[in-house]
């Protein structure tokens, strides 16, 4: 009798960032640039990168693929909020909003490992610089370039099935623009406790693994560069990591504290607060960040620019 007063939740309702129409219908504007931009800066990056004999190296075949992270992720996002906001309602079916969940956490575990694999590279680069073409060659590139992808895919069946092994049947309000898993979890109908610890374990698994080798690398490297006789030397070995070093800094500080830094009852927007951050902003600066003093995509693009369109 008391499994059939149960009713199973079909869908949710997000409560998105405000209910004020005309302050959703300006957010829809500005997201919808925002959205644009980071589509097209990402897609500039891999099409250079494509075009260009010059950057067909391991740095620039990994930021290819962080782009393709980034385009992924966003358009998991973005759009349905795109539509949530012009429609003024923010209802979800179950089902889309498991496959959000299971996309969102699949591109952000992906990007944690590719920031690792990225930061890797710039250790053999400048430490290693003999055996550097042998120890990133084209073989090995692809090897970790799939292993991140991989990761990302298999280590997200894990927080999407943890989460949606407990019964839903109401409340169905999120207080959320997304389908976040933190913030769906509340509403399990069940104790999520060992839920809660396994998802802990595996966030850390994936967060701090990747940034032990984030920092062990820069570690080195900046022991390295310390060691140089030349200006010049340092300044060119520091000036292919910092852009990374930001980077990672913004998209760890934020998922981390999301993920991994218990949160009050008394701040209940704030989950919302940080994943405008690491959903909207973050993926629009990437590109900026490596490319605002990249030259080697600068005269990438300025290749492209002067081709004749009819040639």
């Known amino acids: 009798m008391e499994s059939t007063n149960l009713t199973t939740v079909t869908e949710f309702i997000l409560v998105g960032l405000t209910n004020h129409r005309k302050t959703?219908?300006?957010?829809?504007?500005?997201?919808?640039?925002i959205y644009s931009l980071t589509i097209l800066e990402n897609l500039v990056i891999i099409v250079l990168v494509q075009a260009d004999c010059r950057l067909h190296t391991p740095m620039y075949f990994f930021l290819m693929h962080l782009s393709g992270v980034e385009i992924s992720y966003v358009t998991s996002t973005l759009p349905q909020m795109l539509a949530h906001l012009l429609a003024g309602n923010g209802v979800i079916s179950f089902t889309r909003c498991a496959a959000q969940m299971y996309v969102i956490l699949s591109m952000g575990s992906a990007e944690c490992f590719l920031l690792g694999v990225m930061a890797y590279d710039r250790y053999l680069a400048i430490c290693h610089p003999l055996i550097y073409a042998v120890a990133m060659d084209r073989w090995h590139q692809m090897q970790l370039a799939l292993a991140s992808?991989?990761?990302?895919?298999?280590f997200s069946v894990i927080y999407v099935a943890c989460t949606y092994c407990h019964p839903f049947c109401g409340p169905n309000r999120i207080n959320h623009f997304i389908c976040e898993l933190p913030v769906v979890l509340k509403l399990a109908c069940a104790d999520t406790r060992i839920t809660e610890s396994v998802i802990f374990v595996v966030a850390a698994l994936i967060l701090l693994v990747p940034l032990s080798v984030v920092l062990t690398s820069y570690g080195l490297i900046l022991s390295s560069v310390l060691q140089m006789k030349t200006t010049a030397g340092r300044r060119k070995a520091l000036s292919t990591c910092t852009s990374h070093l930001v980077v990672v800094t913004l998209f760890y500080g934020t998922v981390m504290s999301m993920y991994m830094i218990p949160r009050s009852g008394s701040a209940p927007d704030r989950d919302k607060?940080?994943?405008v951050f690491y959903t909207v902003i973050t993926p629009l600066l990437n590109p900026i960040i490596y490319t605002l003093r990249n030259k080697d995509v600068h005269g990438a693009l300025a290749k492209v620019l002067r081709r004749p369109v009819l040639e």
Do not use: E, Y
């Open 149 to 154: 992808w991989a990761g990302g895919f298999l």
């Open 273 to 275: 607060q940080i994943s």
């Open 24 to 33: 959703q219908i300006g957010l829809f504007v500005i997201i919808l640039i």
